[in-house]
């Protein structure tokens, strides 16, 4: 009980900081996502985390995110990302217009931007190295390990499928005085990358609700966008 009263309000500034769009999320307008759920399953230990993901993700990816916050009924335009690589090198794109491509050449990674056509053209004379590729392409990271801020405070509540992915699902629960927060997680078993998330913040009067969906995950076969 005392550290679920600790993690409350720290949890509350967490969720402030997602809200903020300092990290974005994605959804495609061309792909569906199937849920089934399944609350009967054992989950078993809790053993996600971001060693989990490293261990098991691989170096091959197509993930599209979606995202909405709601605020005392009133609900925000949702927010989209799409983060890919492969052999070839990354991709990030959402629906702000913000696109770029990264193609390995050598050591460092070529540049490709859209130009006036929308064709991802190569930036000239720009190139960088692979830690600034992953820092800028990998920002929906902090969405995959989402669930770290209570992971010892989790429930298991079953099993449903995202994006053609078996997760396991938990829950966390918290109140103090007029404050209380649900969280609600679906971690894909395969990889630990969580794939949704939903909280519901009350404070006082005021309410709040912030939820990302994954619609689209791929690890095998990834094909990057084709550029000029």
Not at 53 to 66: D, F, P, R, T, V
Not at 126 to 134: A, L, Q
Not at 140 to 149: D, P, Q, R
Not at 171 to 196: E, N, P, W
Request: aromatic content about 12%; overall charge negative.
């Amino acid at each position: 009980m005392k550290r679920r009263f600790l993690l409350l309000p720290f949890t509350f500034l967490f969720l402030s900081g997602c809200a903020l769009g300092s990290i974005l999320p994605s959804t495609s307008t061309t792909s569906s996502t199937t849920i089934t759920e399944n609350s009967a399953s054992d989950i078993g230990t809790f053993v996600y985390g971001e060693d989990y993901i490293a261990n098991h993700l691989g170096n091959e990816y197509w993930i599209e995110y979606s995202y909405q916050t709601k605020r005392n009924g009133s609900l925000a335009d949702a927010i989209t990302l799409t983060s890919a690589r492969n052999a070839e090198g990354y991709y990030f794109k959402s629906n702000d217009g913000t696109e770029s491509l990264f193609i390995k050449e050598g050591t460092a990674y070529a540049v490709y931007m859209p130009n006036e056509q929308g064709v991802l053209e190569k930036v000239p004379e720009i190139t960088m190295n692979e830690e600034s590729v992953k820092g800028y392409t990998t920002s929906f990271l902090s969405y995959m390990t989402i669930y770290e801020v209570a992971k010892d405070d989790l429930t298991p509540d079953g099993e449903e499928v995202i994006a053609g992915r078996s997760c396991a699902k938990y829950v966390f629960h918290s109140s103090f005085l007029t404050s209380a927060i649900d969280l609600h997680y679906s971690i894909d078993k395969k990889t630990g990358v969580c794939l949704r998330y939903k909280s519901v913040v009350l404070s006082g009067k005021d309410t709040g609700a912030f939820e990302f969906l994954c619609t689209m995950f791929k690890d095998s076969n990834v094909t990057l966008p084709s550029h000029a």
